[in-house]
T-cell receptor, first 115, second 111 residues
């Protein structure tokens, strides 16, 4: 089946630094990539939606200058958390969707800890 | 906006019993629903889905029931096993094509 490879699986960084998270779709093309954030014991909350070759659409309350999303190809999307702060510590998950079919494939998630 | 709610945050069952996890949604126009299982530290894992033109769909040990009249969705797990212990989320497809997740139910299976 479709697989989305997400890296890194966990990362610890210092306050003020930037972290990049990658999601690659293996053997399929992801026309749309969704980025979610999940705090402990909470549900997944959509941060942004990106379509290949166009600017990402951010949900209300999500700072686009802080969470940079790049979806330059049909197999790779990246989320960069810039100037990370402890409150950005969370579990970040990507989900790829192909075309109009309701097929959603999730990455394995990235645990970000900002110290 | 659209929302998805879950009736019970935790559920504890005995191994071998059946489990029922419930979910409610707000948008009567929703036409696709998915149940996910999430183990600690991992991404959501697809369990089963159902479209709005169906009331029931069965998989291996799992059944999803959809009641569009009351906008209610349920997941039934037969003969629950310790490996079923996880957090279960229902999700509906939003107007932008994204998934809107419910709050989740933590299922604990006692041996």
């Amino acid at each position: 089946g479709a697989v989305v490879s997400q890296h890194p699986s966990w990362v610890i960084c210092k306050s003020g630094t930037s972290v990049k998270i990658e999601c690659r779709s293996l053997d399929f093309q992801a026309t749309t990539m969704f980025w979610y954030r999940q705090f402990p014991k909470q549900s997944l909350m959509l941060m942004a939606t990106s379509n290949e070759g166009s600017k990402a659409t951010y949900e209300q309350g999500v700072e686009k200058d802080k969470f940079l999303i790049n979806h330059a190809s049909l197999t790779l999307s990246t989320l960069t958390v810039t100037s990370a702060h402890p409150e950005d510590s969370s579990f970040y998950i990507c989900s790829a969707r192909t075309g109009e079919d309701y097929g959603y494939t999730f990455g394995s998630g990235t645990r970000l800890t900002v110290v | 906006g659209e929302s998805v709610g879950l009736h019970l945050p935790t559920l504890s069952v005995q191994e071998g019993d059946n489990s029922i996890i419930n979910c409610a949604y707000s948008n009567s126009a929703s036409d696709y629903f998915i149940w996910y299982k999430q183990e600690s530290g991992k991404g959501p894992q697809f369990i089963i889905d159902i479209r709005s033109n169906m009331d029931k769909r069965q998989g291996q040990r799992v059944t999803v029931l959809l009641n569009k009249t009351v906008k209610h969705l349920s997941l039934q797990i037969a003969a629950t096993q310790p490996g079923d212990s996880a957090v279960y989320f229902c999700a509906v497809v939003g107007s932008q094509g994204n998934l809107i997740f419910g709050k989740g139910t933590k299922l604990s299976v006692k041996p």
